[in-house]
DNA sequence: GCGACTTTGTGCCCGCGTTCACAAGCAGCT
DNA sequence: AGCTGCTTGTGAACGCGGGCACAAAGTCGC
């Protein structure tokens, strides 16, 4: 992430040196404020990642029932390590009980307080070609969902035309039904020429958080944040390994794969052999 | 930054100058062989990440007649520090020369090389909603594409249908399918409950490399890699910085966003600020 | 109430990846 | 040739994230 990005990946975070210096361990005095604010700035990046998984993971057990876990439990549900899994949920606070586990549902509420879905995000689409409408009907996913509130395109057919129940506007109007909307978050679908007006468009409109499926490296001011996802970025670094193992190994595994049962990184990242 | 090439179909020779291969710093007995592959090895993940974005830009620039580079304009446009943009390309060989940049030929050939896409992956795609559909048509991209050559669904009013060319086959016929087109790469777009069945057939077709989009923790053999994409994570991890923000700063950029033009992080990663 | 057991929370170490800064090397001019 | 200026390639330091292992802390049973 994955990652690297996904998620990085993922490889992934990367941050400006000067100011996260001091995280983690320092105590850090807490300045003028109640603390949670300099929390949630100190979690990294890829711990919020794994939470988000974590999220998606309890969701389920709370559907199915289970009152509580422990971390050895949710942690190869989630497919990581339970040392990391408790270092990442210790960032969010201490909702455990030694000896015992964490109880799912307040689980579920901190970490949807810490990822900021208490207040729902209102998600924008631009580019609502196969993958803009996949995007607009992604709508419901395990736990809150983040609504789709406004959908754009430059096609004149479009113009109107409901999309996963709401209808699509020109991209020239981004400005103003964003701004209406509260969008908080854009998301960029349209053919890589169009991604940076697109962009620029929404950065205009008071998005500072931006979703960018083109594969374009986007310019934005310092205080609007890009995530990439990027097809085929993610296909060279599988072709990369399948070249890689080719080399590596000529002629070797003509045995059947058979099931030893790892577990996917949850960073996206290849487990190298 | 306009590029979109779209078919570049100049078949070029490549051939690796052996010589350069094991040299530089390593000892590394290079043990049995060229040393290519202890040195492909040996790239990071994040590097190989980054070594497709510099594919992409690079092929934008030879289309647009730029015969050569220097590291400094390469990293700006692909958006990273040009220290980490020669050290990737160190990974890959001295193809520099020093006073003058990069032959902008060369450099292509080279990544192509390392990242495997001299011989064509052949992609399967699994699940035909709108992700599928999507996927299915995004064959040409810039450079050389990844040819999709099979797809598969479980819905019989899709069972022969041709999506991009390609028709529609039932996912029970994964494995012959896969086996008789040589499939290296499998992507799964489908829904969640289904990702998992979907997964042990790629496997058991031989698929070593799968790219998923589905939410769900894969679990498969150590020998597979798996990538994954995930919609929801990346959305939620936006929303933290949303929160994030609004949590430190409740008021203040007041004023409209003006164009510094920082530089989006390539690995997806926020710049924070 | 006390001891034994279980599981959390975290201090510490280690390795990887990023960044800095500089030596090495090439081209072009005098 | 020799000097100058520029850019590459990389040694070395640094900082982050991951993993281990243990102390803290709570529960359960007797």
Redesign the pocket.
Known sequence: MAQRGQSDAA?????A?AE??A???TPMPAIGGNGLRDRARAI????VA?LAVYLRVLSGMREQGVGS??????SVAAG?????L?????YI??????????EVEVLVDQIERVLGLTREQSVAVVGIGNLGHALANYGGFPGRGFPVTALFDVDPDLMGVPVGGIPVAHIDDIPSVCAAREVTIGVIATPPPAAQAVCDRLVEAGVECILNFAPVVLQVPETVEVRKVDLAVELQILSFHVARRADHAPAEDATPAQRVNGVANP?GVAVRR
């Open positions: 490889g992934r975070s990367r941050r040196p996260n210096a995280e983690i361990t990294p990046e890829a711990a794994r876990v422990s971390s050895e439990e949710l990581v390590n339970s040392a990391k408790r270092k990442d949920l210790s606070g201490s909702y455990g009980t030694r000896g015992v586990g964490y960073n």
